[in-house]
């Protein structure tokens, strides 16, 4: 699978005008970082594919077509950009607590633990029944079989994943509800009229005149998720010019460098969806949006009246997006996921370590199922938009991390993968930035797919979550 060909695929699922390809230029190929899954591929493919809708959403105003291009190693730039990150030139606050990480058991099986929040730790420690710390937890998982681990903490709504095979995870019946999707859906799931691109009025986020003509000005989205998936899409929609505002609950955990990260170009409000005040303030915000991002477990927000055809009715025309980790039917359709989780249990840390010979699991050298989704999903976003300003119509878009890691392995492998190098951050200096904000000079990486007439840009700093009022601008 080349670069080009997997876009192709992108583009072509979506439903999208094949004379746009003919506005692509990408250079690069596999490997680039040491793996022996063709990332940069994947890499390419998603921030190509986001450029180029928001290329043909500003067409769609202006009556030009642009070129866009992407090179490889700054699209698997953008998918490393929380390892880039540098706060006033020395390294972000922990991204990881010590506890995560894989280990053996009784039965000579691997598990993954993920105990990045406390709570989740909290759980952990409980279910074993031991002591904060490595050696601890180590000594108590060496006392249960992988299965039955798995099991206990998947019940207890714990973060975890036994270490498969591929064929142990096909002959599951969750990968064979990934099997009968495609790629991801979109979705007419009510009638509205149609709504053409903003031409003037509602600017972007900063107000600023002078960048009014970006492709998404005048786009609103509301962005309810955390980590990287779903915030690397809304950051997508950010740096093509969208109003993005991040709604988080005031008791939901979150990780300092990721809200650094993924939080430049949105603003961020605070709001309880426990309450009815909560509640009541986001839906309406939600009738003066365009797009409506979450990425909570399936049906997890359709509990509190902000379901898909909650928010139709609330908001005809509305652009519902949903990321989730093992996709929105199953059974683990409920089961708490992150990427790599997503790479424990589908293979393709078995295969890594296959390939490199050692004992223990092996990740992807970068979360890319976490930002091929997230691409993915701002994609799918534009396209609904502009199906809404041709047809009309109220649109749901559906991505998950098993989906995009089934596309992955669906590639082929690369025999000698793992004896590419591994960029350093100087490698990469013509990749990032820096930006002052009120966590200091941030360094970060900067948008890689490169626009001929609209580039890309953050026009907003990362702020604290909750820095900012609930409402429109």
């Known amino acids: 699978m080349t670069p080009e060909l997997a876009l192709k695929h992108i583009w072509t699922l979506a439903g999208c005008d094949p004379v746009a390809l003919h506005s692509v230029a990408l250079s690069g190929a596999d490997p680039e970082l040491p793996s022996v899954y ?19 959403y500003w067409r769609l105003r202006s009556g030009r077509r642009q070129q866009v ?42 598990i993954q633990l993920h105990t990045n929040f406390p709570h989740h730790l909290q759980g952990v420690l409980e279910l074993l029944g031991c002591d904060n710390g490595r050696a601890a937890v180590a000594a108590a998982i060496r006392g249960w079989d992988g299965a039955a681990l798995d099991s206990a903490l998947a019940d207890a709504g714990l973060c975890a994943a036994l270490i498969r095979t591929p064929d142990e995870w096909a ?31 509602r600017h972007a986020a900063t107000g600023s005149a002078s960048i009014v003509d970006r492709p998404l000005a005048g786009v609103r989205v509301l962005d309810l998720s955390r980590i990287i998936a779903g915030p690397v ?55 003066d949006a365009d797009v409506f991002l979450q990425a909570y477990r399936p049906g997890a927000l359709a509990a509190r009246g902000f379901g898909p055809g909650d928010l139709a009715r609330v908001r005809p025309g509305i652009v519902y997006v949903s990321v989730c980790a093992y996709g929105h039917s199953g059974p683990w359709a409920q089961r708490r996921g992150f990427d790599s989780l997503v790479q424990s249990a589908s293979g393709i840390a078995w295969h890594e370590r296959a390939a490199a010979g050692g004992e223990e699991p092996r990740h992807l050298p970068c979360q890319a199922l976490d930002h091929a989704s997230g691409y993915l999903a701002a994609f799918g976003a534009m396209v609904a938009l502009a199906r809404r300003a041709r047809e009309g119509g109220s649109w749901h878009v559906k991505v998950s991390l098993a989906q995009t890691g089934r596309w992955l392995q669906s590639f082929g492998l690369l025999e000698n993968g793992q004896q590419a190098a ?48 609930a409402k429109w601008l």
């Open 38 to 56: 063709r990332v940069g591929t994947l890499a390419s493919a998603t921030v190509a594919a986001t450029g180029l809708a928001a290329a043909e």
């Open 171 to 201: 002959a599951l019946e969750q990968a064979r509800a990934i099997a009968g999707l495609s790629l991801f859906e979109i979705e007419r799931i009510g009638d509205a009229a149609p709504e053409p691109p903003c031409v003037a009025g």
């Open 233 to 287: 899409a809304g950051r997508a929609l950010a740096h093509h010019g969208a109003d993005v505002l991040m709604i988080n609950g005031p008791h939901l955990p979150n990780i300092a460098p990721l809200v650094i990260d993924n939080g430049r170009g949105k603003r961020s409000a605070l709001l309880d969806l426990r309450d009815a005040a909560g509640r009541d303030t986001l839906r309406t915000l939600a009738r």
């Open 69 to 110: 291009s992407v090179q490889m190693r700054r699209a698997l730039a953008a998918f490393r950009s929380e390892r880039y990150l540098r706060i006033d030139g020395g390294p972000p606050p922990a991204l990881r607590d010590p506890v995560t990480g894989f280990y053996e058991t009784r039965d000579g099986r691997w």
């Open 422 to 469: 591994d960029p350093s951050l100087d490698e990469v200096r013509d990749c990032v930035a820096s930006v002052q904000s009120e966590f200091g000079s941030v360094l970060a990486v900067q948008p890689a797919e490169q626009l001929e007439l609209t580039p890309a840009f953050y026009a907003l700093p990362p702020v604290r979550v909750g820095a900012h009022d």
